[in-house]
């Protein structure tokens, strides 16, 4: 008896690494989303007895999976990150190429959720939105939105080249497919810059995702471009804000593993579950995000259908955000528009 506390040290011992495995961190971006994740993807991943999720928050710094890569110090398992982080960390080796074999089909997901370095967690979508209680004709197109005699008032616009160009094309008659080849052109871009011209005294500008819905709600504006999550969020408060997604366009975040993790196994196994038709579904219940796996559409109610990106009524017109168009000429294009907005 008296060698039993020896052989129970050396069982915990032996237990540890067993239980380091059984952790598996996770990081997000928190707020409505970090919510709608723990909801849909970690409590039923440890309900599985796969593994205890730890959460962790941040801002998208890539700055930080870079340190930890480069060091050969990966604490953070999986992590979701937006597309151009997800093409950038991608080709400089920070993260690890995924086995689509252990994670699905891939005809099952929308093909943009689709790479080598990570899985579509969801898709949202920058749109344009109205406060219904004061405006009683809906705008239908982006040539309504610029149309200040049909609908007199300020228009909310995002202070910052992107989406702003390709909506302005857009209202300019330029057909969905073809807003980036017009845009690659130097014609194109003067035509862009020439319509937003056109509604320039007309547009208070946002930063943040929450000031759309507020200028909406206390009528600063009529119409307002805005992310669709935050509408969503308005909606569920009771404010009777309307999106309009004709001309949408929409992105996505995706789960990556950094480079040289110590458990590729056990985070493939919760990219896998979190990208399966059941858990996506859940997930967009909980938030107005549409998911990457097209089987869960049909999992959804019409009520919670109707509100998402990826509903084939609101994505038959909408605009895929082209991360490459932005990666090349970006850095002009937004320069070009500080100088222009500060005219």
């Known amino acids: 008896m008296k060698f039993q506390p020896v052989i129970l040290a050396l069982a915990a011992a032996a237990a540890l690494p067993a239980l380091a ?67 950038r960390g991608c080709d400089e080796g920070l993260f690890e190429k995924l086995d ?78 073809d807003v980036y080849k017009v845009l690659a052109t130097k014609e194109g871009a003067d035509r862009a810059f020439k319509k937003l011209s056109e509604l320039k005294s007309n547009i208070q500008f946002w930063e943040a995702g929450a000031q759309p819905p507020q200028f909406l709600v206390a009528g600063d504006v009529v119409m307002s471009t805005a992310f669709n999550g935050r509408i969503d969020a308005a909606q569920r408060e009771g404010k009777n804000l309307q999106i309009t997604w004709t001309g949408g366009i929409y992105d996505l975040d995706y789960w990556v593993m950094p480079a040289g993790g110590p458990k590729k196994d056990l985070a493939t196994k919760f990219i896998a579950m979190a990208s399966s038709p059941n858990e996506q579904a859940e997930y967009a219940r909980n938030i107005s995000y549409g998911p990457t796996n097209n089987k869960a559409l049909a999992k959804l109610d019409a009520t919670v259908l109707n509100k998402l990106p990826t509903a084939p009524a609101n994505s038959k017109d909408a605009l895929r955000f082209n991360i490459s168009f932005w990666s090349d000429q970006g850095e002009a294009l937004e320069k070009r528009f500080a100088a222009w907005a500060a005219q």
């Not at 909801?39 to 959460?55: H, I, Q, R």
Request: aromatic share 12%.
């Open 21 to 87: 495995q059984s952790e598996l961190t996770i990081v997000n971006f928190g707020g409505a989303n970090g919510a709608a994740q723990k909801k849909a993807y970690f409590e039923p991943f440890e309900k599985s007895g796969a593994a205890k999720v730890v959460a962790v928050e941040y801002n998208g710094e890539q700055a930080k999976i870079k340190a930890m890569v480069e060091a050969k110090k990966v604490v953070w398992d999986v992590v979701e990150v937006e597309g151009p982080d997800l093409i």
């Open 100 to 177: 689509w074999s252990k994670i699905g089909t891939k005809s099952d997901y929308q093909s943009a959720a689709v790479h080598e370095c990570g899985v579509g967690v969801f898709v949202w979508s920058t749109v344009m939105a109205y406060n219904a209680d004061k405006l009683k004709t809906a705008p239908t197109t982006w040539a309504d939105f610029w149309n200040t005699t049909k609908f007199p008032g300020k228009r909310g616009m995002r202070k910052g080249a992107r989406y702003n160009l390709e909506f302005a094309l857009m209202a300019d008659g330029v057909k969905t497919a």
